[in-house]
């Protein structure tokens, strides 16, 4: 054996063990985060840190099968609902036949909901309501989120403990998007939860799309008011599938699914119009008091422009087919605060009890 040789069998030997160090280095590094997550947060701080996470790098998690994946799950804030019957009536001994469901936005869970007191469950509880809470993984497509809902809640209408005569869906951000997607496929499966669905109202929802560069800058706040997640301020620049999606209000698989980037407004396949027969109604806001101000409605509630939360023409998309009377614009709210100012909440019972069956 040559010198050369006996060289390049130790760098071979010396790569192999760098390897294996780093392999088990890393294997370590991602238990100690698993046990941080499982043993050092508490329940509602977990759950929120989790939301963030897959947001951010969501559709990953799930490609790798990731314990970190979130999956999407009906809850009542308290529990994971079941789609058995014998044990969904278990877990909701009270249900009625009128169900308002709540869907979050990106980078955040069920448990998000509830804000500065706000108790979305108490909102139409008077009225009859019983409220179920989606939770799911806003790192994947937006279409592949509602196609898997419109099934999840075909599924959960067949289970309930009592015939479901109205169904109320109310979602923020990107979670309109979601459910608009749900009912485009619910449509082409001609599931029976649509034809429950009586009204229909979104919060903050990027119809036409929301900047990135705001999407990043919205996490980043985020991070930085909870000290156990203030590492992910690095991590603002993040694209997964779902975010690329929200900045583009993609809402549909061919938008995504023969392309490696988001596509154009003038290239997308589709803009599936409002579910028909059913009540819709959007909620915009903006930063500054002046409602006309055109730079006050460019910024809109600091994520997401006014025109876009209300799904008007622009940038050669269509409008959607939202009435007058079905588009609100607050003063003064942030895109977080739209689930849980007083205003908005009274507009939503409004809407809702006005319409109700």
Known sequence: MTINDNLRDKLHLLKQDFSSRFVEQSAAAKQRALQFIEEGLPPDQKLAFLAKVNGMVGDQLYHKQSPLA???????????????????????????????????GWCMADTGWQRKGHKPDQLLAAAGYTAVFLRYNTGHHISQNGEELATALEALIRAW??????????????????????????????????????????????????????LASWIDEQAATTPSLSFLQKLGEIRSS?????????????????????????????????PDQVHCFAVASCLGKNLHDEKNRRLGDGLVPVPSALGESEQGMPALNYADHGKW?????????????????????????????
């Open 242 to 274: 779902g975010t690329k999606d929200l900045s583009r209000g993609l809402i549909v698989h061919e938008d995504w699914l023969h392309t490696d980037k988001s596509p154009s407004h003038d290239e997308m396949q589709t803009r599936p119009r409002l």
């Open 161 to 214: 403990p009592c015939e479901v005569t109205e169904l109320v869906i109310v979602g923020h951000s990107m979670g309109g998007l979601v459910t608009r997607s749900a009912c485009y496929y619910a449509e082409q499966c001609n599931y029976q939860w649509l034809h429950r669905l009586q009204t229909f109202v979104t919060l903050g929802t990027p119809h036409n799309g929301a900047p990135l560069a705001r």
């Open 70 to 104: 979130l999956s999407m799950v009906f809850t009542d804030q308290r529990q994971i609902l079941s789609t058995h019957p014998a044990l969904l009536a278990s877990q909701l001994p009270g249900a009625s036949s009128r169900i308002v469901l709540y869907v979050h």
């Open 329 to 357: 614009v607050g003063a003064g709210i942030h895109h977080i605060d739209l689930i849980c100012h007083p205003t908005v909440m009274a507009q939503i019972r409004q809407w809702v009890l006005t319409h109700t069956l």
